[in-house]
């Protein structure tokens, strides 16, 4: 026998060896750098965040920035933190596509916040719902409202999770074969209020 290949075989077939890529950063946290969107009118950097929309003015309808590429299986972290009056949301786009009419808005699985949409998966400009929607007493107990919060997502295959502030609320395993299972991150921003929602320590991490 070789001398140190025994060792190895058993790091292998025991699952030792994580084949998934190191995390990287996605925002810089100065620049827009790996991001597409409207950056004159509806978003900006403040603070070592990505910040869209107002709260001096209601946001005329939804806008999203969104990564200049795409990622398929992957674990998400990032902060956010959604203020404002009248109809206040926000969400994470998942493997998502831009759409041409209108051009500002994007199809694709969301990781919801908002009034009734903390920790829910929606289905946004596709089937046009909510797939899973957590306990209302749960988002109540761990909910910081008007704080950061902290979204850890993951999307393996068809299953997509999702964990507010470190409960999972979202267990979610897709049926239709002809929904993609890749597409491009965004970051939203809902119109029909005066409001902001603001992202920050954006860090993906690719899996097998």
Same mark, same amino acid.
């Given at each position: 026998?070789?001398?140190g ?8 077939? /025991? ?18 750098? *790996?991001?597409? *969107?409207?950056t004159v ?18 946001? &005329? ?7 200049t $590429? ?5 674990e ?6 959604l203020v ?7 969400g994470v786009?998942?493997? /998502?596509?831009?759409?041409?009419d &209108?051009?500002?808005e994007?199809t ?6 908002g ?11 596709? $089937? ?5 929607? &957590?306990?209302?007493?749960? !988002?109540k107990?761990?909910?910081?409202l ?5 979204? %850890? !997502?993951?999307?393996?295959?068809? %299953? ?15 049926t239709?074969?002809?929904?993609? $299972?890749?597409?491009?991150? *965004?970051?939203?921003?809902? *119109?029909?209020?005066k409001a ?6 954006i ?6």
């Amino acid at each position: 026998m070789i001398k140190g290949l025994l060792p190895v075989c058993l790091l292998v077939f /025991s699952g030792f060896i994580d084949s998934s890529a190191p995390p990287v950063t996605l925002f810089d946290g100065r620049t827009f750098r *790996g991001w597409a *969107g409207d950056t004159v009118n509806t978003w900006r950097i403040q603070d070592g965040a990505l910040v869209g929309g107002s709260l001096e003015k209601q946001v &005329p309808y939804n806008d999203f920035l969104c990564t200049t $590429r795409s990622y398929a299986n992957f674990e998400l972290t990032l902060q956010w933190k959604l203020v404002g009056t009248g109809f206040v949301n926000g969400g994470v786009q998942l493997r /998502s596509q831009r759409l041409t009419d &209108p051009a500002y808005e994007m199809t694709g699985y969301q990781a919801d916040l908002g009034n009734g949409y903390w920790g829910s998966l929606y289905d946004e400009s596709r $089937r046009n719902k909510t797939l899973v929607a &957590p306990d209302s007493s749960l !988002i109540k107990r761990i909910l910081r409202l008007n704080e950061w919060n902290d979204y %850890r !997502i993951q999307c393996e295959g068809p %299953r997509i999770r999702l964990w507010l502030n470190g409960q999972q609320t979202v267990d979610y395993v897709e049926t239709d074969p002809e929904i993609p $299972r890749s597409g491009l991150i *965004g970051l939203q921003i809902h *119109g029909g209020g005066k409001a902001e929602a603001s992202y920050k320590n954006i860090v993906l991490r690719e899996l097998p």
